[in-house]
């Protein structure tokens, strides 16, 4: 129903930034939260952001609080997620997704892949 698709993952040493996007097309209009995922091999998806559409309040997974960020443009349905500090244990295949009620997102993208040298 909603297609996402990330950008901007890459190749970064440890204490570099890179900032990743999530292009949203489709029936978006009532886009409720959207937020950002990952997933590093061997372990299971976990919570790393999300923004509430409308009111812009965010949340962060303490494991990345104070060193990301998420924003979201609406006139683009963009939502952005600016990493900054990396650190090698940020290495995995981050995913946006998007929710149209509390508690479920609904769709997700396929994944951007973001290497942390150290």
């Known amino acids: 129903q909603v297609q996402l698709v990330e950008s901007g993952g890459g190749l970064v040493q440890a204490g570099g930034s890179l900032r990743l996007s999530c292009a949203a097309s489709?029936?978006?209009?009532?886009?409720?939260?959207m937020g950002w995922f990952r997933q590093a091999p061997g372990k299971e998806r976990e919570f790393v952001a999300r923004i509430f559409w409308r009111s812009r309040l965010t949340y962060y997974a303490n494991s990345v609080k104070g060193r990301f960020t998420i924003s979201r443009d609406n006139t683009k349905n963009t939502l952005y997620l600016q990493m900054n500090s990396l650190k090698a244990e940020d290495t995995a295949v981050y995913y946006c997704?998007?929710?149209?009620?509390?508690?479920?997102?609904?769709?997700w993208g396929q994944g951007t892949q973001v290497n942390v040298s150290s």
């Open positions: 997704a998007a929710a149209k009620t509390r508690g479920s997102y609904d769709d």
């Open positions: 489709g029936r978006t209009f009532s886009t409720y939260v």
